[in-house]
């Protein structure tokens, strides 16, 4: 560290906000450093929570105003539940929540099938787009999945058919 150096002026733009009379904001602003011991602006008002809410480990507290539309449930809901016990910066919080995106998509068709509506995935997926400006990148994913499927099926077959051979 002895070998630093402490003048930094040969950088170009170095210590330009170090001025406030050049502080876009000195004027205005009356400077107390109050930022650094917590809030420094009047908290909204809680909103109600009737519905169970997340929030990171890392705060204390749940933010004054949140998102309600789509409550935690089913098998989605308990894995986002795990993952909020674990902190931010940790892959054991995020992995388990795009699982859980995953899985409440796969929950919101099983729903919509059992209230009589059947979603147009073609439609959502915008596939027929992709048909137009990505028809090899189509037919590229449908030998995939088309490849996926029989191999699991040949397995499986394979696997019980092997059953009864040994009986």
Known sequence: MENTPRDYSHIIGWGIDADPKNDPTYPMKRRTDEEQR?????????QPIDVEV???????????????????SGLSGKIRRLAFKKSENDYGHWLPLILADRIN?????????????FPNIIAEKG????????????????????????AVVAWKWGKSSGAKRSR
């Open 38 to 46: 917590g809030y420094t602006w009047q908290r909204p008002t809680q």
């Open 54 to 72: 997340f929030h990171s480990i890392e705060r204390p507290n749940v933010s004054a105003v949140f998102g309600t539309s789509t409550p935690p």
């Open 105 to 117: 998509v796969v929950e919101g068709i099983i729903d919509d099938i059992k209230n009589g509506k």
């Open 127 to 150: 596939m027929k787009a992709d048909w137009q400006h990505n028809r090899s990148g189509v037919i590229q994913k449908a030998a995939i999945g088309a490849f996926v499927i029989a």
